[in-house]
Each structure stands twice: as structure tokens, then as C-alpha cells.
């Protein structure tokens, strides 16, 4: 019997090891994630921060629409919609853009992409127009609609 036997003291100060080298391992195992967790956060912020303030960064110049030239794009668009049933409800001159707005008595048989390119090619200013020189480099957009507005269809018109 050269085995030595371990005595009940041993053993409860072994396994007392045991215990407390695992609540360690738990320990650190549960910090970590935090720490990455609120690294990624961090990350996500800054990336978010980033992009931002790079969108604010690049601004466009747009040219001021002079109340001349508002008459002179006001005028085209009532000629185009002054016979039949399509009305020209109003014209929106914001920072940037131009909104025109044309109600229709009916909603088109089509889909909204079909909507968007009959606009684009059949209802926007031709590329040689003299409208061109008094939108200049705002955005010009005509909105289809039959009900409301917001209901309705609309396209970004270019030259």
C-alpha cells in the first residue's frame, strides 16, 4: 500500500481551489464581453459620427430662384396643363428644388416604375428648353397624383 490515502481535509482544501480558480475563469470570461460590447459600440458610434458629419461636409451650391424666373417655370407648366382634364395644382420653389405638382382624375394603369420613366420622358422639360436656364442646378421633380399628393407618383426630372 504505497498509495497514500487523502485525508478529508486535503480534499475539501483542493476542491476549495478548484471552486475558486473557476469563479476566476467565469469572472474574466464575463468582463470580457463587456469590454468588447462596449468597444463595438464605441465603434459603431464613431463610424456613425463619421459618415455625418461627411454628408453634412459636401454641400451643393444651389442657385436662388428670382421671382422672374419662378413666373417664367410657372407660366411653362400652366401652357402644358391648360387643355384636358390633367391640372396643374402648384409649383413648390424650396431650398434646392422645384415641385411640380399635376393631378390627374384618374390613377394610371401602370406600375410605379412605368409611372416614373412616362414622366421622365414624356412630362419633364425637354433638355434644350429655356426652363433649363431659370431651374439651373436645382432639382426639378413633378408629382403625379390623384387624390393626395402623397398618394401619388413622382420623378426626378434631368437633362
Known amino acids: 500500500m504505497s498509495q497514500r490515502t487523502m485525508k478529508h481535509d486535503d480534499w475539501v482544501k483542493i476542491a476549495e481551489r478548484k471552486r475558486s480558480q473557476s469563479k476566476v475563469r467565469t469572472k474574466t470570461n464575463k468582463v470580457l464581453p463587456f469590454w468588447s ?11 456613425a459620427w463619421n459618415y455625418w458629419a461627411d454628408s453634412n461636409s459636401k454641400t451643393i451650391v444651389h442657385a436662388d430662384i428670382s421671382v422672374e424666373a419662378q413666373k417664367r417655370i410657372n407660366r411653362y407648366f400652366t401652357k402644358q396643363f391648360m ?3 390633367w391640372k396643374l395644382s402648384r409649383i413648390n420653389f424650396n431650398d434646392g428644388e422645384l415641385n411640380v405638382f399635376i393631378q390627374i382624375p384618374t390613377r394610371l394603369a401602370m406600375t410605379s416604375s412605368e409611372i416614373k420613366g412616362y414622366i421622365q420622358q414624356s412630362l419633364c422639360p425637354h433638355p434644350s428648353s429655356k ?3 431659370d431651374v439651373r442646378n436645382n432639382a426639378l421633380y413633378i408629382f403625379l397624383y390623384s387624390d393626395k ?4 407618383d413622382y420623378a426626378l426630372c434631368t437633362r
Open 37 to 47: 460590447l462596449l468597444l463595438a459600440g464605441f465603434l459603431i458610434l464613431a463610424s
Open 83 to 85: 387643355m384636358g382634364s
Open 131 to 133: 426652363v433649363w436656364n
Open 149 to 152: 399628393p402623397r398618394n401619388g
